[in-house]
T-cell receptor, first 110, second 114 residues
Framework: LAKTTQPISMDSYEGQEVNITCSHNNIATNDYITWYQQFPSQGPRFIIQGYKTKVTNEVASLFIPADRKSSTLSLPRVSLSDTAVYYCLVGDSSASKIIFGSGTRLSIRP | IAGITQAPTSQILAAGRRMTLRCTQDMRHNAMYWYRQDLGLGLRLIHYSNTAGTTGKGEVPDGYSVSRANTDDFPLTLASAVPSQTSVYFC?????????????FGPGTRLTVL
């Protein structure tokens, strides 16, 4: 199983770019990298997914180096509403191997 | 479209009692999942189902059972609740059981076992 390691918490300010890095040294060839966001008292919500290089959507960008042993979620110009826990997931096609980990608690200040 | 609904929203339960947490989705997704989230921790997969009629064990299945009689419903049963099962329970669904699929989560059930 590909275990992930993320910082426990991060702080930033409104308008800044925030980068959250996830380490997954044992990622397998077929594994995808997926990030979820969770607000207090809510279930997680999908943000972005990628396999290699760079993926961008209306919410975030995901940077994956060639060796795929890590990935970085980039949130441009964060606002207070981006305060949440962010989870990095790495896994193959087997549902039994989905592991969320502890996530990164991001706090945005005015 | 409701997405995923869970019931009850919260429950206080005496140890030793039986409890079923309900989960219903209206997206016709094949796969469904149950997670528990303990205070300050991430989600841990309890059981999953890739399609109606099949179920599988996740990371922490002990003390829980599930059934998948149809596509829409995926109840989670605690046969004899214990205090260590105090947690927030999230149900989720995805189009299939692939890791590449987006999982859609319900609002959660907060369960306290005394």
């Amino acid at each position: 199983l590909a275990k992930t390691t993320q910082p426990i918490s991060m702080d930033s300010y409104e308008g800044q770019e925030v980068n959250i890095t996830c380490s997954h040294n044992n990622i397998a060839t077929n594994d995808y990298i997926t990030w979820y966001q969770q607000f207090p008292s809510q279930g997680p919500r999908f943000i972005i997914q990628g396999y290699k290089t760079k993926v961008t959507n209306e919410v975030a960008s995901l940077f994956i180096p060639a060796d795929r042993k890590s990935s970085t979620l980039s949130l441009p110009r964060v606002s207070l509403s981006d305060t949440a826990v962010y989870y990095c997931l790495v896994g193959d096609s087997s549902a039994s191997k989905i592991i969320f980990g502890s996530g990164t608690r991001l706090s945005i200040r005015p | 479209i409701a997405g995923i609904t869970q019931a009850p929203t919260s429950q206080i339960l005496a140890a030793g009692r039986r409890m079923t947490l309900r989960c219903t989705q209206d997206m016709r997704h094949n796969a469904m999942y149950w997670y528990r989230q303990d205070l300050g921790l991430g989600l841990r997969l309890i059981h999953y189902s890739n399609t109606a009629g099949t179920t599988g064990k996740g990371e922490v299945p002990d003390g829980y059972s599930v059934s998948r009689a149809n596509t829409d419903d995926f109840p989670l049963t605690l046969a004899s609740a214990v205090p260590s099962q105090t947690s927030v329970y999230f149900c989720a669904s995805s189009d299939s059981g692939q890791n590449t699929d987006t999982q859609y989560f319900g609002p959660g059930t907060r369960l306290t076992v005394l």
